[in-house]
């Protein structure tokens, strides 16, 4: 790795530099190699107590090998010596929603893919989705396997449902915590409200329609559900024209919906007319939502110039 080699580099001059320290230990997290990276911040704490992106590097590589609670007390006082310190923040963020178990599992599998380049990323994913489809197969060839193999199928579907909605849907539980709606930042702030608002209203639809039988109401309740899918993906793009796109994207796939709802309205009495035309609605929107994280995961590595 390159930054790896700088800092070999500069502590050939001086062992004890402070930033090629922290930049080799960030490499070392990068590789995996968390027991080296915490010697490393370890020998560097020692000598300079009072260094603030230390702390926060020491509490990244604590969450990086599991323990939260440790990872915390260095980010608080990173954020004690250097207040503005974005770095730490993000890191109280993370440490706090880890603290959940569902939330710590997704951690620790978001964190082992950022350690991967990006062909072995993609890799991953595609070799899930293949998998998944082989099992699908073999369940469907195999009825009598079927009762073994639909609980693993089950089990992936939602694994990678949070995937793409974990971090925005979890910054909404920090949004309503206490202490840690102070350490979230104001873009994540308007994140979890946009997701708060799309949970509200799919609960909101769907309680109507189940409890009440309003009609129309399930259209809601799949509206405002699937919308989640498409809105994350566009919380987790960087600021700038990714996130319009994905912003679009996103509202051009809500309209889909609209236009079903207008097509309904329309032709009541007569819905065998327009049934086909809301059937097709249906299918785009659908597949638009599914397809989104695709869409997301390619725009979210893109670091828009500033």
């Known amino acids: ?143 009598r396997w079927a009762p073994w193999i639909w609980p693993l199928i089950t089990t992936y579907v939602v694994f990678c449902l949070m995937t793409w909605i974990s971090y925005p849907l979890f910054n909404l539980f920090l949004r309503l915590h206490p202490f840690g709606k102070y350490a979230l930042s104001a873009d994540q702030k308007r994140g979890a409200n946009w997701v708060g608002a799309c949970v509200f209203l799919a609960l909101a639809f769907l309680v109507a329609w189940l409890g009440f039988g309003v009609p129309l109401s399930e259209l809601g309740a799949i509206t405002f559900g699937f919308l989640l899918l498409p809105l994350a993906g566009t919380l987790a793009c960087h600021e700038g024209w990714p996130r319009r796109l994905m912003a679009a994207y996103t509202a051009l796939l809500f309209s889909t919906m609209m236009a079903t709802l207008l097509v309904i309205v329309l032709w009541t009495g007569r819905i065998d007319r327009g049934q086909a035309l809301v059937d097709r609605l249906n299918q785009i929107f659908i597949w638009g939502t599914l397809l989104s994280g695709f869409a997301a995961n390619a725009l979210a590595r893109i670091r828009p110039a500033r």
């Open 1 to 143: 790795m390159r930054h790896a080699r700088y800092a070999e580099r500069g502590l050939a001059i001086d062992a004890e530099d402070v930033a090629c320290n922290n930049l080799r230990a960030a490499a070392l997290i990068k590789l995996g190699r968390r027991a080296e990276a915490g010697a490393t911040l370890d020998g560097t704490l020692a000598r300079n107590p009072e260094d603030a992106t230390s702390h926060a590097m020491q509490g990244w590589a604590l969450l990086h090998a599991g323990d939260p609670r440790r990872a915390m007390e260095h980010f608080r006082e990173s954020l004690r010596l250097d207040p503005g310190g974005d770095w730490a923040k993000a890191g109280i963020v993370e440490a706090l929603k880890a603290r959940n178990v569902l939330y710590g599992l997704m951690l620790r599998y978001f964190l082992f893919m950022s350690r991967m380049s990006g062909r072995v990323q993609w890799a991953i994913i595609l070799g899930g989705y293949l998998g998944n489809q082989a099992l699908r197969g073999l369940a469907q060839a195999q009825p």
